[in-house]
DNA sequence: AGTCCGTGTGAAAACGATTACAAAACCTTG
DNA sequence: CAAGGTTTTGTAATCGTTTTCACACGGACT
């Protein structure tokens, strides 16, 4: 099942095979023959092998936080399926929320020659910031806006400010913000930072809302606005870092005897399927997960093709972002 | 950057430098030499070669129908954790429904030599059946009970049935069962078996239980239950073959100006997050898609350990089946 | 002193492909 | 028919590892 075996079955040299499988010349003649001997023995060449010697392998690196997350699995989504129509496989790792398996990720994946790599970003911190700069295949991350790396990320400040904007036109005055980690520049940091600067236009003091930070689950919503309703009851409306968190504060105002909307609003963050069949069904901004995926696997197959055949390193000035757009999608939450 | 160089400098043999990393005998003072050299180099051997050399690779092959399924995804979670603790990669195949996609994808894993492979069953072809057989990687089909194939399956079946046994408990009689395609033997023809024998065991003709055939999503389910309400408006159930087919159902149900669960009864099966926060909340069967995913790599993992030091092909007889059990979640809709 | 064993050592042969190179074979032409 | 060009060919080097093998070096033991 070798090529030297085919060669043999053949009566040709390996070379001969491999231009046949190549596209190179070869006779009409051996042709055939070489084309019977691989019909007979089911040869297909080694992948391993040829990697080693071109050096090329059509396989990318996915560095996710965790898969069971419809955020992150829509994106892996738009991923393979770019990836696929270019055919190429996507090898996957998953780190949690642990930095160290991260990089080790990276390290393997370096290491197996991955055409490039695709990181769905969380935290950035120094030392992580130093390897992945010196990561010598074309890297592009998602998600998250880190300077001086090729993004494919959200707006999430100005859905978040929009949300919370459209929350204050209905005359809610009494906000509380629910947020995530700050540790994640995105969903925990920009997104409330967005909330205040809505506050903010529209002349209330941002310092004056109360601001909690939870898990990213419905349970972590629940808890935290089950205590936020308990420490102001006069509380009327909740922005969520997240639809997940949302549905879970819905839970907690339910619970409490409020109602939504009549007493309290509520909206939250990513458009999820859950959001569409809670009561009432919930107001939230649709961020394009799956065209970030899409975007990403472009913005990183042209890296890699431009990198290709000019061996000069390139332009480094071309780290490219792409910021997606959001949408408003008002349900009965508000 | 290759281990020549790191030999070089170290002024040992490559060998010596294979041997330290690998646990082979080497004296002290050299092996001081050559921590030294990889330090100041940050070499790293190269898995492709090592690969090439030694016929092994700490990957596993993954092939999904799609990524994007509360199902799938979590199954896909329970695989990599199990499989990052052994310190293995996931190479993933995302195949759509194309049983054509689904076989290359086995090609080209075979070629990259993985160490495994486990097939996110769908539907079975001869042909299909044919090329599975002759696979020359371990293989473990997750979601579908495949004679003669290791299987890590759940109980479609029983889990039907006893949901369905539930709804007829309540009192209900003109029920209807919307399903999925039938070329999926375990979400299709299982599950409508097991409504159809709960059926009977309660002296009812299955029959006379109208059946119908729909995509996986809420709008399926939607779009069926209208239609089957349209033609029965004495229907006072729905047995539904996936979560997110019974939450379109409800939606239809409550379009026609009846209630549940006061007027119409619904069931769904998988226990799926929105499922929770409808209203009423659906009651259902939980599937254990986690356990599912590590149950599959525990047992690729085996044979694959159990298939490294005997090179005589082992027993063919080793071909496990796990049937996961199922666990009725009685909510609302019922 | 000779034998035996265990540990360290480097040279060289794999692993399975691609490809540079030079030789051979085949055409076109003048 | 000789000269010059194009297409086919096989040999051998290469990619970066691991591993076999033979050998050298010390003891420990007869």
């Not at 419809?70 to 996507?90: P, W």
């Not at 080790?104 to 030392?127: K, Q, S």
């Not at 975007?295 to 000019?310: F, G, T, W, Y």
Request: proline share 4%.
């Amino acid at each position: 099942m070798t090529i030297k075996e085919v060669a043999r079955l053949a009566g040709v040299s390996s070379a001969a095979v491999s231009r046949y499988m190549n596209g190179g010349s070869v006779s009409e003649e051996k042709r055939a023959r070489i084309a019977r001997a691989i019909e007979e023995t089911g040869y297909r060449p080694d992948m391993t092998a040829q990697t080693l010697r071109t050096g090329r392998v059509r396989q990318i690196g996915v560095i996710v936080p965790k898969i069971f997350s419809e955020s992150v699995s829509q994106i892996m989504d738009g991923i393979s399926e770019c990836l696929a129509e270019k055919n190429y496989m996507t090898l996957l790792g998953c780190a949690g929320i642990d930095d160290a398996q991260e990089i080790r990720y990276l390290d393997i994946m370096e290491r197996n020659r991955v055409a490039g790599i695709i990181l769905m970003g969380t935290t950035m911190d120094p030392v992580k910031e130093k390897r992945l700069r010196e990561c010598r295949v074309p890297l592009v991350v998602t998600g998250q806006n880190f300077e001086g790396f090729p993004c494919v990320y959200h707006d999430d400040f100005h859905a978040v400010k929009a949300l919370t904007s459209l929350v204050l036109e209905k005359g809610r005055r009494r906000l509380a913000y629910i947020g995530v980690t700050e540790r994640d520049f995105a969903a925990g940091k920009a997104r409330r930072e967005g909330a205040q600067a809505a506050l903010l236009a529209a002349g209330i003091d941002p310092e004056t809302m109360p601001c909690t930070e939870t898990s990213f689950d419905a349970e972590g919503g629940f808890q935290s606005a089950r205590f936020l309703l308990a420490q102001h009851p006069d509380l009327d409306g909740f922005i969520c870092a997240t639809d997940n968190v949302a549905l879970g504060a819905m839970m907690a105002v339910r619970e409490s005897g409020r109602s939504v909307p009549a007493d309290v609003s509520i909206v939250g963050v990513g458009d999820c399927w859950a959001g569409t069949i809670s009561a009432p069904p919930l107001t939230t901004a649709h961020l394009r997960y799956r065209q970030c995926g899409v975007d990403a696997v472009r913005m990183l197959l042209q890296r890699i093709e431009q990198e290709d055949p000019e061996q000069g390193e390139a332009q480094p000035s071309q780290i490219r972002q792409i910021r997606l757009p959001y949408t408003i999608i008002e349900r009965g939450s508000v």
